[in-house]
């Protein structure tokens, strides 16, 4: 079925620059912007200057990643790619390289070695990096021979003594994590890193404090001899002069920790809280403050019914993003405040209306805290929407009296592209009386069009912001209606939605999706006889418990990277909460239901997916074999597909990948909505 519209977007999506992150400091905004590389069949990250008119900064086909600006000009980032010059003498396995552009002229390697950097910043006049330490090493020397060692011999095993061994998509590396702190260098110099141990553990994430004096860690620790001990997140206050670490604070079965940013004075940091989602107790995120000479914590801005990891503005404000009902929010706050107050103007997602278009969601706030004051401030953050691709915006304004303030809009190298269709919103009554919501896409015309499903992951998610995974637009060009449901667990609408369904995963959820789809299907621009349902992860979770409780109701289900086998999951997974939560809620097993699928399925899985492994989908590809009632076409073969990517992960993130991705998923659904032939990608072989 060939469709010029769903060529056109799809091309269009894929191929057009992303706006990924930004970095602030004294005025100047430099982003960094996802492009296709030189040959069309990946992408790479490129720093862009966009404080005037955007300007492009680096153009190797390798991406740049941990972007810092120095307070001298310099840009300092990570990258592998090869320096202009060969350094005959340069590490065989430099990994990720330490590059410097300054403020006049190209970027040049300033630090290499063997196993390369992982993490940067830099604060005050130091760099720090993170980088992997040959475990039998004490001096940069050492590292460097037994590193190389291991290279040459071809020696790939790495020996493990704790869980994980494994994150979404990469095995843990041999080795120890470490600092290195240098004086940031004059042009033309190189950085003399000196080395600085981590507590023992796997390292989460790290702040570093204004000065560069102390980072405060979080680590991963196996404590105790209960699976509540698996993972135990600590953090640490690590001093870079004494070398010295110190425990802050400690996490328990009934509350988990994690370092968040520190104040611009260095006396306090945001910390986040959790509470472990287990038997009979639900996630629950807050903020609390930690006060770093007592090690006292107590709550951030406990009236705000809203997850958040707020950012500091000054000593005494800080400013927060969140999820709020299918759209998202930014909120300014004093640090002794009970509730902080909105700086975004609310937009009314539940009930139709013109300004449904305006509704954004925001990621990646950032601010300059040595430029801001408690009466004048700036916040950039990326702003995006469900049928909006995402924009820099900047707000200003002032944090001890802060009012809704309209954002402004920053030119980058991401044009902003045209959504097809309209947006609509849709609400309905659950089962148990709460109002639940979703958006909804409709191509222009009168329809009715065939309805797809669309169920987010997570499972605390919302569908409330741009995706170029799992973006509508393609399936809008193609003459679908996609709905766009947040049920039970979802985020942005308080504890109270989070508890409704985190002990049912396939209960309420279930029942608050199912209500949507038969409120959408009752509209006279919907037909009710042409719906399919899709979702990824916790979404294909869905798709498969669906799949098994609906009978022929959807004409074909797609599941991505789906949980089939919730105890196989659990044992599986690269952490050990699912397991802990899950076991005792066995009976919401999709694959308990193999039997009862009576429509075609397409399953779709990535080989380096360790989030959801791909065992989850070789079992549900054996069920539907070997346990559901046969499916077939016209020709007697099965109905049923498996779109496999041996060397892709939990997302298909390759641009050749990602385009058969879209083109199996829409043939399938006009294969089975429509009774169109089976049209395939030539590239699939």
Known sequence: MTNTAFDAVLTKLLDSPRLTGLTVKSGRILTTVQQLKQDGTGYVSQLWDVTDTPVQLTYADDSVSAVEQADDGQVFFLSSRTAPANNPDAPSEAGAKLWVLPPVGEPRVVAQRTWGFTGLKVAGTKLVVTMQWHSGATTHEQHEELAATRGDAKVTGVLYSTFPTRYWDQDLPAG?????????????????????????????????????????????????????????????????????????????????????????????????????????????????????????????????????????????????????????????????????????????????????????????????????????????????????????????????????????????????????????????????????????????????????????????????????????????????????????????YGQHMIDRGNQQLGGTPFTDLMALIDAAEARQDIDATKTALAGGSYGGYMANWVAGHTGDRFRCIITHASLWDTTAMGQTTDNAVWDRAMTPQSQYSPHVHARDIAVPMLVIHGDKDYRVPIGQAQQLWHALHTVTPPITNDDGATAHRYLYFPDEGHWILSRGNAEAWYRVFCNFLDVHVHGAAEQLPPQLG
């Not at 790290?206 to 997140?233: C, I, K, Y």
């Not at 802060?402 to 045209?418: F, K, N, Q």
């Open 176 to 492: 120890r994590t470490v600092f290195g702190i240098a004086p940031i260098p004059k042009p033309g110099q190189h950085p003399e890193f000196i080395r600085v141990n981590l507590p023992p553990g796997r390292l989460v994430n790290w702040q570093l404090d204004a000065t560069a004096t102390f980072a405060l860690v979080t680590m991963s620790q196996h404590r105790g001899n209960t699976p509540d001990d698996v993972e135990t997140q600590v953090i640490y206050r690590v001093d870079f002069i004494t070398g010295q670490a110190i425990e802050l604070l400690a996490s328990t079965p009934q509350r988990e920790y994690s370092a968040g940013a520190i104040s611009p004075d260095g006396t306090r940091a945001v910390v986040g809280i959790s509470t472990p989602w287990r038997e009979g107790t639900n996630l629950a995120v807050t903020a609390g403050l930690l006060e770093l000479s007592s090690g006292q914590v107590r709550p951030l801005w406990p009236q705000l019914d809203r997850w958040v990891t707020p950012e500091w503005l000054t000593p005494t404000y800080l400013v927060a993003a969140c999820d709020d009902e299918g759209a998202g929010a930014i909120y300014i706050g004093h640090r002794e405040e009970q509730l902080p107050t909105r700086l975004t103007a609310p937009v009314d997602t539940w009930q139709p209306h013109n300004a449904l278009d305006t509704a954004r969601a925001y990621d990646a706030v950032t601010t300059d805290a040595d430029t801001n004051t408690d009466d004048d401030a700036t916040v950039y953050a990326i702003a995006s929407g469900i049928a909006t691709s995402p924009q820099l915006v900047r707000f200003s304004f002032s944090p001890a009296a802060p009012v809704v303030t309209d954002p402004v809009i920053i030119a980058t190298a991401a044009d902003a592209l045209d959504s097809p269709g309209r947006l609509k919103t849709l609400s309905t009554t659950a089962q148990d009386g709460t109002m639940v919501r979703s958006w909804l896409r409709l191509p222009d015309g009168d329809g009715p069009f065939p309805l797809l499903v669309m169920v987010h992951g997570g499972p605390w998610g919302s569908w409330n912001t741009w995706t170029y995974r799992w973006n509508p637009d393609p399936f809008v060009a193609a003459g679908y209606a996609v709905l766009l449901p947040d049920p039970a667990i979802s985020t942005g």
